[in-house]
C-alpha cells in the first residue's frame, strides 16, 4: 500500500487545485490541435491581464530559465547591470550574468531585510547601467521588496526593469503599466498552483524593443523573437509545447480572474497574517524583519537547541512537508509557504504539525494556542469584496 503523501506546506511546489490537476490529466492534445491551440491562446490572453502585459511567452522550463532568457534578449556581453539582492535568488541573477559576460553590480543587505531605496539610487545615479533586476519575493530570506518604489527609480533613471515574480505572481499584486515594470520572470508552482514545469515571461512594448536592438543573441530555444510569432498565434512551430502543462495553467489563470485579483491579493495577505500570528503563539519569530514580511512565505527562526533535520522531521511524522532554509541560514531557520489555494485549514493543521514537533524535541507549547491565534486573526479582519475562497 502506497504511503499517504504529507501535506505540502513548501514555498513551491504548492498544491494544486482539483480542477487544476484535472485539467492536467486529460488526453494529451497535438500541439497543432485547434482545441489546445485556443486554450494556449486564452492561457497567453489571461495571463497579459493578469500582469497588464504586453507580450507573455510561456513554454517548457522554469523560473531559472526564464531569469536567463531575460538577460540573454535585455543585456548585451560587457554591459553593466544592477542587482538588487535580498538573498539567494536575487544573487542567482549575478551568477547568470556572469556565465553571459555581463558586468553585475550586486546591492546585498542582511538576511530578512531591504536594500535601502536610497542604496538603490546611489548605484542608479552612478553609472549607466543597461538593466535592473529586483526579486520580489526572495524565497530563501521571506522578503517582500518594494518593487512599486524600485519602479519610480527605475523610470527616473531611464533603466529597464526587470522583476523576478516566481515566489509572488498570481499572490501578490504585479501591474506592469502601474509599476514601471519592463519584464517580469515568473513560473508556475507557486502562487499560480499548478505542477512544475512551465517558464513564463511578460514584458512590454520597451523590453520588446530593447530585444531587436540586440541584434543576435548567444541562445535559439532563449530567444524571444523565435517564440513570438507563436506566442501570437500558438498553431505555428518552433519546439512542441508542454501541452498537458498549459492546460493545467490555463486552469488556474481561469480560477484567478474569477476569485479576483483585488480578493485573491487580500487573502494571500490575510492567510500571511494568520499564520504569523500562530507563530507568534508558540514564542517563534521570523527571519524577516516586519515591514518586509512577505504574503507568500515565512521564513522562521528556530528556537535554541531545536536541530533543524530533526524538527522538519518532527513535522512530517504530524503530516506536513515543510523546507529548510538557504544558504546563511539553512540550519538557523525553517520555510513555511502558504500561497495558492492553501486556506485556513491548512494553516491549522501546519501549526499543529509546528506545535506537536517542537514539543517532541522539548519546547514548552500551550497546546493550542498557535490554531486560536490564527483563527483570532483571520476573523478579524473582513474578507475583500468579491473574495471567491473558501476559507472564510
Known amino acids: 500500500m502506497t504511503k499517504k503523501a504529507p501535506l505540502v506546506m513548501i514555498p513551491g511546489p504548492t498544491p494544486v487545485a482539483e480542477p487544476v490537476r484535472q485539467a492536467m490529466a486529460v488526453q494529451t492534445y497535438g500541439h497543432n490541435y485547434s482545441g489546445f491551440v485556443e486554450i494556449y491562446r486564452e492561457c497567453l490572453n489571461g495571463l497579459k491581464t493578469i500582469f497588464q502585459a504586453d507580450h507573455m ?48 553590480d550586486v546591492l546585498s543587505c542582511p538576511p530578512g531585510s531591504r536594500v535601502p531605496l536610497a542604496e538603490i539610487e546611489k548605484a542608479l545615479a552612478s553609472k549607466r547601467y543597461a538593466a535592473l533586476t529586483l526579486t520580489h519575493v526572495d524565497t530563501s530570506t521571506g522578503v517582500l521588496a518594494q518593487a512599486k518604489e524600485v519602479g519610480e527609480l527605475a523610470k527616473k533613471y531611464d533603466v529597464l526593469y526587470i522583476l523576478d515574480g516566481v515566489c509572488a505572481s498570481a499572490g501578490v499584486p504585479e501591474p506592469m503599466k502601474e509599476y514601471g515594470i519592463d519584464v517580469i520572470v515568473t513560473t508556475c508552482q507557486k502562487a499560480f498552483g499548478t505542477p512544475p514545469g512551465l517558464t513564463m515571461i511578460a514584458f512590454n512594448e520597451k523590453a520588446a524593443a530593447r530585444r531587436d536592438e540586440l541584434g543576435t543573441v548567444p541562445g535559439y530555444y532563449t530567444d524571444w523573437k523565435n517564440w513570438m510569432p507563436i506566442m501570437e498565434n500558438p498553431s505555428l512551430y518552433i519546439s512542441t509545447p ?124 500551550t497546546p493550542g494556542a498557535a490554531v486560536g491565534a490564527a483563527w483570532q486573526e483571520w476573523d478579524s479582519v473582513r474578507p475583500a469584496q468579491g473574495c471567491a475562497c473558501c476559507c472564510g
Open 242 to 365: 508542454p501541452v498537458n502543462h498549459i492546460v493545467a495553467l490555463n486552469e488556474a489563470v481561469k480560477l484567478i480572474l474569477a476569485e479576483g485579483l483585488a480578493a485573491r491579493y487580500a487573502r494571500h495577505e490575510r492567510i500571511g497574517r494568520s499564520f504569523r500570528a500562530g507563530l507568534a503563539a508558540l514564542g517563534l519569530e521570523t527571519v524577516t524583519e516586519k515591514e518586509a514580511l512577505a504574503p507568500t512565505l515565512s521564513v522562521v527562526k528556530y528556537p535554541p537547541n531545536v536541530d533543524d533535520a530533526a524538527f522538519r522531521a518532527k513535522v512530517e511524522e504530524n503530516g506536513v512537508f515543510i523546507a529548510g532554509a538557504l544558504g546563511p541560514l539553512k540550519g538557523k531557520a525553517f520555510r513555511v509557504g502558504h500561497m495558492g489555494i492553501i486556506g485556513m485549514d491548512e494553516i491549522a493543521i501546519t501549526l499543529t504539525a509546528i506545535e506537536r514537533a517542537l514539543a517532541a524535541l522539548g519546547v514548552k507549547v
Open 57 to 104: 511567452v510561456v513554454i517548457g522550463g522554469s523560473g531559472t530559465l526564464a531569469m536567463e532568457m531575460t538577460l540573454i534578449n535585455t543585456v548585451k556581453a560587457g554591459q553593466d547591470l544592477l542587482v538588487v539582492s535580498h538573498g539567494a535568488f536575487g544573487d542567482r541573477f549575478a551568477a547568470i550574468a556572469k556565465v553571459l559576460g555581463i558586468n553585475a
